[in-house]
């Protein structure tokens, strides 16, 4: 087997932006493979941290991303989410291209919550809130600008210094953007949380009813970003019941509370086929786990843009 092609994280933010991100993501949805069929994730805890593995199927592609979750690498200046991507194609499964599976996530992510939102957020949106300052708080900024320019952004986080790294990021590329406390969510149209808090970030009675909230730093059963006040109120939808049954915090917590039925999920796909509707007397809510179809749909999407440059060379 000759040498893959090594698809770098600069090229990775190259070749896809967040619009075409999203859209690839929409397109999936709407046309794909159901994300109920998708296989379920490996979780190996370690000594360390964990080791996932998540591997997925589409017409075109075959892909697996192997990533690490390490806790403690922030003490070390190192990325707490690492990894490196395999596709392969479909009909031969002969291996494709390795791609930076760090920048992969750093895109995806932002990307998955991107296009929930644009089922969901209000269709004019003047202030976001974010709480978390690391890498994907910065790209769920860049990507919800990308379906909702919003006027001004307030950034919620526990550490002030990095809270305020990135609110000089965000002016430096011409958003209004200031740091915020929890109370912030009050007058928000748009609420993200990119955490890795393991209990409730604000009082979820005070969340505006024509509003969007976005959950996307747990995947594990015990932890939550989002308190029962708020998933009681709202429309709640999830990549996938089966898959938030057994992984998200956000909605097993009030679920066992008797608060919040899984017979109320609404599936993302069930959105973008016109199968559901939006609720728009309520809040909304999208709480994702992370699945290894939109890492698939992103590394299809990359590596198109990228051949497609090579050849117009």
């Known amino acids: 087997m000759t040498a893959l092609p090594w698809i770098s994280a600069e090229e990775v933010f190259a070749a896809v932006d967040y619009v075409s991100a999203v859209e690839a993501l929409r397109r999936h949805l709407a046309t794909g493979p159901d994300p109920a069929t998708d296989p379920a994730r490996s979780i190996l805890d370690l000594t360390n941290g ?34 490196i991507y395999l596709l392969m194609d479909a009909q031969t499964l002969t291996p494709a291209a390795l791609l930076d599976g760090t920048a992969l996530t750093t895109l995806r992510t932002p990307a998955v919550s ?30 919800m600008y990308a379906i909702r320019p919003f006027g001004r952004v307030s950034i919620v986080a526990r550490h002030a210094g990095r809270a305020q790294d990135l609110v000089d990021r965000l002016t430096d590329a011409g958003f209004t953007a200031t740091l915020g406390t929890p109370e912030a969510v009050r007058d928000a149209q748009l609420i993200v949380c990119a955490t890795t808090a393991r ?115």
Request: hydrophobic share 45%; with cysteine.
């Open 114 to 143: 991107a296009a929930a939102a644009s089922y969901l957020a209000p269709e004019t949106v003047d202030h976001l809130v974010v709480f978390g300052s690391g890498p994907q708080a910065q790209g769920h900024v860049e990507a």
């Open 199 to 313: 209990t409730p970030l604000f009082d979820g009675s005070t969340v505006p009813t024509d509003s969007c909230t976005i959950a996307v730093g747990s995947h594990e059963p015990g932890a939550r970003e989002l308190d029962s006040a708020l998933m009681t109120r709202a429309q709640v939808v999830v990549e996938d019941v089966a898959v938030a049954l057994r992984e998200a915090g956000d909605v097993l917590i009030p679920r066992a509370e008797g608060v919040l039925s899984a017979e109320s999920l609404v599936p993302l796909r069930d959105l973008a086929t016109g199968e559901a509707s939006v609720d728009h007397s309520r809040p909304r809510v999208f709480k994702s786990s992370g699945m290894s179809w939109e890492d698939l749909v992103i590394a299809e999407q990359v590596l198109r843009a990228r051949s497609n440059e090579l050849r117009g060379r």
């Open 50 to 83: 964990q080791l996932l593995l998540m591997p997925s199927e589409s017409a075109d592609a075959v892909g697996v991303k192997v990533a690490t979750v390490a806790p403690g690498n922030a003490a070390l200046g190192l990325e707490r989410i690492q990894g």
